[in-house]
């Protein structure tokens, strides 16, 4: 069971939703005002956010904005905004999937159960082993925080699934549509360059250690120690 989060205005979609979420046993909070989902998101802790974009108070790319600065929740826009403009922006600000209205509810629950998989796989991954360090390169796994020689650095979610992927398959060569379909998921249709964009960011922010992430011209990344 997980708990999730929709902010949805129409009550009709809203507890269309509700109803085919709660049918397979999740907890689900429904909010009709962007600002008051927002205010919920940040008062209690949700495996799955549904978004709507047009909301009363701010819109779903505003709540996600600021979601997406702190956490790496899977997120869902859910709206009948369908141009590709709006589906490049939710991309942008991060988004893990998108949905037009009107839409097949038991399609949205297949790509919520999807994620909701993948995040599980995750912290099941996660619990496993607490921490990894090695030359001044630390890693602890149930806070989600990176260090380099006792400093904790700043990474985006991305960049830092794309670190714990690479040291978790460091005796292998990653390759871009890899680390695009289990990182950014199987239905994403943006270019691999997103890959090494992030991969220069992580690089920045690993400083002196950014030696550890090494590129295998032609075919993707891997992690080495040395």
Do not use: C
């Not at 269309?16 to 429904?30: G, N, T």
């Not at 978790?168 to 390759?175: E, F, L, M």
């Amino acid at each position: 069971m997980a708990k999730v989060l929709m902010v949805e205005d129409d009550p009709q979609i809203g507890n269309l939703m509700k109803a085919y979420f709660e049918k397979s046993f999740h907890e689900v909070a429904l909010e009709k005002d962007g600002v008051e989902g927002y205010m919920k998101f940040k008062s209690e802790q949700f495996d799955l956010v549904l978004l709507d974009i047009m909301l009363p108070g701010i819109d779903g790319f505003e709540i996600a904005q600021r979601i997406r600065k702190e956490s790496d929740v899977p997120i869902i826009m859910v709206t009948a905004r369908s141009d590709d403009e709006d589906q490049i922006k939710g991309y942008h600000l991060k988004i893990d999937d998108y949905i037009t209205k009107p839409f097949n509810p038991e399609i949205l629950m297949l790509k919520a159960n999807h994620l909701l998989e993948r995040l599980k796989y995750s912290k099941d991954k996660e619990t496993e082993i607490q921490s990894f360090e090695i030359k001044g390169l630390r890693i602890d796994y149930l806070k989600r925080k990176v260090y380099i020689d006792g400093d904790e650095i700043k990474l985006e979610p991305k960049q830092y699934q794309i670190l714990k992927y690479l040291i978790d398959n460091k005796t292998q060569v990653i390759t871009r549509d890899e680390l695009l379909d289990k990182i950014w998921g199987y239905d994403y249709f943006g270019s691999s360059r997103v890959v090494d964009s992030q991969i220069k960011k992580l690089r920045s922010s690993m400083k002196h250690k950014s030696y550890m992430i090494k590129t295998v011209i032609s075919v993707g990344y891997t992690f080495e120690e040395e």
